[in-house]
């Protein structure tokens, strides 16, 4: 069993910067794909970013490329979403998510991940 804890979520100004953090305990993080997804008020929730178990490998959705940067310390058995340029789109729980990587370098989608985070709250507004 992998528990997943995220944290540094808050309000924020459009344009500022934000890191969010993912601790694990119970297993090491070394074996597993991390992902960011996040979930706005009445919608579902979408992919945001993930990063192979080396951390050599990336994917972000379109709509945070260039933005957002995922990475990870496996010796601290943490995951980081690096947040630039916020707007008010980016308003949402973000989840932290773990999968067994097995033969898989990245996963987008949430139904490839089998743990899962309580979330953190970023909401952006002026």
């Known amino acids: 069993q992998v528990q997943l804890v995220e944290s540094g979520g808050r309000l924020m100004q459009p344009g500022g910067s934000l890191r969010l953090s993912c601790a694990a305990s119970g297993r090491s993080l070394s074996s597993y794909v991390m992902g960011w997804f996040r979930q706005a008020p009445g919608k579902e929730r979408e992919f945001v970013a993930t990063i192979s178990r080396s951390g050599g490998n990336t994917n972000y959705a379109d709509s945070v490329k260039g933005r957002f940067t995922i990475s990870r310390d496996n010796a601290k058995n943490t995951v980081f979403l690096q947040m630039n340029s916020l707007n008010p789109e980016d308003t949402a729980v973000y989840y932290c998510?773990?999968?067994?990587?097995?033969?898989?370098?990245?996963?987008?989608?949430?139904?490839?991940?089998?743990?899962w985070g309580q979330g953190t709250q970023v909401t952006v507004s002026s």
């Open positions: 998510a773990a999968r067994f990587a097995g033969l898989v370098a990245v996963a987008q989608t949430s139904s490839e991940y089998s743990y």
